[in-house]
């Protein structure tokens, strides 16, 4: 198959605009964006190469034309109707723009699994990058608009790296960039001013209530790990991409405070000792929270939607993912990055669960197999392994060899790729590109960019790592 759209025009030409009264900066946020460093991507991996590919050759045409009709030309305009469609279409989008921008310039094309015309696909990358600033309440468009509400930061942070993927290729107009730059320096800010992180349970294991912030209600089935997680995403982006913006040292420490409280366990509540850039696990939390609390249980599983969900135990990988950003800026990746994940990777073999099947298994049940062990019922889908082999390749590059891990990351990295390329690669996925069959598979509506974005990030992973871009450090952040 081959890829017939004409090149388009490399220039983004947005309409005019006043300055939202949002900005709080001296200067536009964007002029403190410092571009990645460059490099000669690598990688012997043809598995993630072929997924990216394929699938951006889906989101360029039969998802660009079919479902969300978006113009031949132009910026697309980004609607929705009701407030999960939003997070379905703003989170897509940006997904995929993630996903064409890595296929485009970050070595995720391999021309052997699909013809692309690659200026094309970064040109449509760019597109949705500039139509989803341009929905964001920073630019002041009126109607229908995203920003401040819950899960935007993490919307925020997908669209800022596709943006800073793009920056020197593509998004090449001071418009646009300040339009991104907007987005990024207002979400970072209401973390770092209005929101703090949450808590499952406190020191005597009480069910917490949420902040209120998003929502109401108690967190008896519902860590509020993920959402921490997310919440550090954007602000430690900003502070990477903006290093010299007056309020990055903030956010920097602010989603430290987040991943770190994200990742706590019941274990680690009186933890004094240990230094995590520059503070110890006990106090990172008393001083972000106001008391102890934790969102793992001591056997480092979580809990989600009332079940012990193996969904969300990788969630850890978008925090391990937050190295990506720190590895295209060349600098050390902050410890508390990677702070409690060989526990939380660990036990998806190590805790057992006794029940209903016999013998008991934990969750990775089966070395030879992708499948899962749902303990308490399935919850997204049984085949989102494209998820868990970015998991793996995280844990094996940023971890290696731990006590913890039983069964290697790199047996796990060949087992879940091997099933996501598969999925993708089968007849009867229609049409080219996509990867998921059915709701059983995968109920979540974006999922087809979720699978992308996940196999642009082992693509980013894997030829960074073999770049020698990844390091760490424990500086202090106080």
Same mark, same amino acid.
């Given at each position: 198959?081959?890829?017939?759209?004409?090149?388009?025009?490399?220039?983004?030409?947005?309409?005019?605009?006043?300055?939202?009264?949002?900005?709080?900066?001296?200067?536009?946020?964007?002029?403190?964006?410092?571009?990645?460093?460059?490099?000669?991507?690598?990688?012997?991996?043809?598995?993630?190469?072929?997924?990216?590919?394929?699938?951006?050759?889906? $989101?360029? #045409?039969?998802?660009?034309?079919?479902?969300?009709?978006?113009?031949?030309?132009?910026?697309?305009?980004?609607?929705?109707?009701?407030?999960?469609?939003?997070?379905?279409?703003?989170?897509?989008?940006?997904?995929?723009?993630?996903?064409?921008?890595?296929?485009?310039?970050?070595?995720?094309?391999?021309?052997?699994?699909?013809?692309?015309?690659?200026?094309?696909?970064?040109?449509?990358?760019?597109?949705?990058?500039?139509?989803?600033?341009?929905?964001?309440? #920073?630019?002041?468009?009126?109607?229908?608009?995203?920003?401040?509400?819950?899960?935007?930061?993490?919307?925020?942070?997908?669209?800022?790296?596709?943006?800073?993927?793009?920056?020197?290729?593509?998004?090449?107009?001071?418009?646009?960039?300040?339009?991104?730059?907007?987005?990024?320096?207002?979400?970072?800010?209401?973390?770092?001013?209005?929101?703090?992180?949450?808590?499952?349970?406190?020191?005597?294991?009480?069910?917490?209530?949420?902040?209120?912030?998003?929502?109401?209600?108690?967190?008896?089935?519902?860590?509020?790990?993920?959402?921490?997680?997310?919440?550090?995403?954007?602000?430690?982006?900003?502070?990477?991409?903006?290093?010299?913006?007056?309020?990055?040292?903030?956010?920097?420490?602010?989603?430290?405070? $987040?991943?770190?409280?994200?990742?706590?366990?019941?274990?680690?509540?009186?933890?004094?000792?240990?230094?995590?850039?520059?503070?110890?696990?006990?106090?990172?939390?008393?001083?972000?929270?106001?008391?102890?609390?934790?969102?793992?249980?001591?056997?480092?599983?979580?809990?989600?939607?009332?079940?012990?969900?193996?969904?969300?135990?990788?969630?850890?990988?978008?925090?391990?993912?937050?190295?990506?950003?720190?590895?295209?800026?060349?600098?050390?990746?902050?410890?508390?990055?990677?702070?409690?994940?060989?526990?939380?990777?660990?036990?998806?073999?190590?805790?057992?669960?006794?029940?209903?099947?016999?013998?008991?298994?934990?969750?990775?049940?089966?070395?030879?197999?992708?499948?899962?062990?749902?303990?308490?019922?399935?919850?997204?889908?049984?085949?989102?392994?494209?998820?868990?082999?970015?998991?793996?390749?995280?844990?094996?590059?940023?971890?290696?060899?731990?006590?913890?891990?039983?069964?290697?990351?790199?047996?796990?990295?060949?087992?879940?790729?091997?099933?996501?390329?598969?999925?993708?690669?089968?007849?009867?996925?229609?049409?080219?590109?996509?990867?998921?069959?059915?709701?059983?598979?995968?109920?979540?509506?974006?999922?087809?960019?979720?699978?992308?974005?996940?196999?642009? $990030?082992?693509?980013?992973?894997?030829?960074?790592?073999?770049?020698?871009?990844?390091?760490?450090?424990?500086?202090?952040?106080?």
């Amino acid at each position: 198959m081959t890829q017939s759209n004409p090149q388009l025009p490399t220039v983004l030409i947005p309409r005019q605009r006043s300055v939202a009264t949002h900005r709080t900066a001296a200067a536009p946020a964007y002029t403190y964006v410092v571009p990645p460093v460059a490099f000669a991507p690598a990688i012997s991996d043809v598995r993630c190469r072929s997924m990216v590919s394929k699938s951006s050759y889906y $989101f360029s #045409t039969y998802w660009w034309k079919t479902k969300n009709r978006y113009a031949a030309t132009g910026i697309p305009t980004i609607t929705w109707t009701t407030a999960f469609d939003m997070e379905i279409t703003v989170r897509e989008a940006c997904n995929a723009a993630i996903t064409m921008a890595v296929c485009a310039d970050w070595g995720g094309y391999l021309p052997s699994a699909i013809s692309l015309n690659i200026g094309d696909v970064r040109n449509r990358a760019a597109r949705l990058v500039v139509g989803v600033a341009r929905k964001h309440v #920073t630019y002041g468009a009126g109607g229908a608009m995203w920003g401040g509400n819950w899960q935007s930061a993490y919307w925020a942070y997908s669209l800022g790296l596709a943006a800073w993927l793009l920056w020197n290729r593509q998004l090449t107009n001071a418009w646009d960039r300040e339009a991104v730059g907007a987005v990024l320096e207002y979400e970072a800010d209401l973390q770092l001013n209005r929101n703090r992180p949450e808590i499952w349970r406190d020191s005597t294991g009480a069910d917490q209530p949420f902040s209120g912030v998003y929502r109401t209600g108690i967190r008896a089935g519902d860590s509020a790990a993920e959402e921490d997680m997310w919440q550090a995403t954007v602000l430690d982006l900003a502070a990477t991409m903006m290093p010299g913006h007056p309020r990055a040292a903030a956010w920097r420490k602010k989603a430290a405070q $987040f991943g770190i409280v994200g990742a706590m366990s019941r274990n680690d509540l009186w933890d004094t000792t240990t230094d995590i850039n520059g503070d110890s696990p006990n106090h990172w939390t008393v001083g972000a929270v106001g008391k102890p609390g934790y969102n793992w249980s001591e056997r480092y599983v979580i809990t989600n939607h009332g079940k012990r969900n193996p969904d969300y135990m990788q969630s850890d990988a978008m925090r391990l993912g937050m190295s990506l950003h720190h590895s295209l800026a060349d600098e050390p990746t902050p410890e508390w990055v990677r702070w409690n994940s060989a526990k939380i990777y660990g036990a998806m073999r190590t805790v057992v669960y006794p029940g209903t099947v016999s013998p008991a298994k934990p969750m990775y049940k089966d070395t030879a197999s992708p499948s899962l062990y749902f303990p308490d019922g399935k919850d997204w889908g049984t085949a989102r392994h494209t998820g868990f082999w970015l998991w793996d390749s995280l844990v094996e590059t940023h971890i290696g060899t731990s006590d913890a891990i039983p069964v290697s990351a790199t047996h796990w990295d060949s087992v879940h790729g091997r099933a996501a390329k598969a999925m993708q690669d089968r007849t009867g996925v229609m049409p080219g590109g996509q990867i998921v069959l059915n709701d059983d598979e995968d109920r979540y509506p974006g999922r087809e960019g979720w699978h992308a974005y996940s196999a642009a $990030f082992v693509v980013l992973n894997k030829t960074l790592t073999n770049a020698g871009r990844l390091s760490w450090t424990n500086a202090s952040l106080a």
